[in-house]
C-alpha cells in the first residue's frame, strides 16, 4: 500500500521555464490537496479537489493549474516558474468528507528551486 | 490574517518530563482541529485530533486539550520520548480545508 506518492523529490528550474509536479494516491480518496510550505512557515493551500473533474482554489493559487482527470492523479502545473515558487511542495489526499474526520494523508514532499 | 497561530516557534524538554505545545485560532465556525507531526524531509503525519464539541481527546501519552471560549487548544505528550522531536502543526478544518499553524520545533533532551 504506497499511499501518497509524490515526484520528482527534487527539482531545480530556471526562470520562466515550466515543469509538472505528480502526485498519485492508491486510496481511492475523492478529496485532494496541493499545500506549499515555505521556511519557518505553516503549510498553505494552492488548490484542492473533491473528485474526479472538480476542482477549486485554495489560500494561494496563482501561478498554478491543476486538473483531475481521475480519482487517483492530481498533478500541479507550473506555468512561468518564479524565485517566489521556491518552496517545498506536499499533495495530500483524504477520504470523502463525513466518513471521516481525522486525517488527511500525505505525500513525502517535492523541494523545487527556482532560479 | 493568520487564523491559526502557534506562537512558539521552538520548545525544549527534557526526556520523561510533559511537553505542552499550544495553538490559538480567530475562527469560531472551524469544525474540529488536528495535531500534525513532520520530520525532516518526509511529509506531516496525522497524530491526534479533537471535535469542536467536545473539550479532551487522548491517545495514548498524547492528549489534545480544546478550551472554545478562549480560542485555545494544546497538545499534551508525557512522558516524552527522543523519537517525539520533530515539528508540530496544529490545523483547524472548515469547509473541508485545512487551515495550518506555522508550527513548533519540539526537540527532546536525553
Redesign the interface.
Known amino acids: 500500500n504506497a499511499g501518497?506518492t509524490q515526484t520528482p523529490k527534487f527539482r531545480i528550474l530556471k526562470i520562466g521555464q515550466s515543469m509538472t509536479l505528480q502526485c498519485t494516491q492508491d486510496m481511492n480518496h475523492n478529496?485532494m490537496?496541493w499545500?506549499r510550505q515555505d521556511p519557518?512557515?505553516?503549510?498553505?493551500?494552492i488548490y484542492?479537489s473533491?473528485g474526479a473533474g472538480i476542482t477549486d482554489k485554495?489560500e494561494v493559487p496563482n501561478g498554478y493549474n491543476v486538473s483531475r482527470s481521475t480519482t487517483e492523479d492530481f498533478p500541479l502545473r507550473l506555468e512561468l516558474a518564479a524565485p517566489s515558487q521556491t518552496s517545498v511542495y506536499?499533495c495530500?489526499s483524504r477520504e470523502l468528507?463525513g466518513v471521516s474526520?481525522?486525517?488527511?494523508?500525505?505525500?513525502?514532499?517535492t523541494r523545487l528551486t527556482v532560479l | 490574517d493568520q487564523q491559526v497561530k502557534q506562537n512558539s516557534p521552538s520548545l525544549s524538554v527534557q526526556e520523561g518530563r510533559i511537553s505542552i505545545l499550544n495553538c490559538d485560532y480567530t475562527n469560531s465556525m472551524f469544525d474540529y482541529f488536528l495535531w500534525y507531526k513532520k520530520y525532516p524531509a518526509e511529509g506531516p503525519t496525522f497524530l491526534i485530533s479533537i471535535s469542536s464539541i467536545k473539550d479532551k481527546n487522548e491517545d495514548g501519552r498524547f492528549t489534545v486539550f480544546l478550551n472554545k471560549s478562549a480560542k485555545h487548544l494544546s497538545l499534551h505528550i508525557v512522558p516524552s520520548q527522543p523519537g517525539d522531536s520533530a515539528v508540530y502543526f496544529c490545523a483547524a478544518v472548515g469547509n473541508e480545508k485545512l487551515t495550518f499553524g506555522t508550527g513548533t520545533r519540539l526537540t527532546i533532551i536525553p
Not at chain 1, 474526520?101 to 514532499?109: A, H, I, K
Open positions: 501518497v478529496y490537496y499545500y519557518g512557515m505553516g503549510l498553505k493551500l484542492y473533491v485554495g506536499f495530500a468528507a474526520q481525522d486525517t488527511q494523508y500525505f505525500g513525502p514532499g
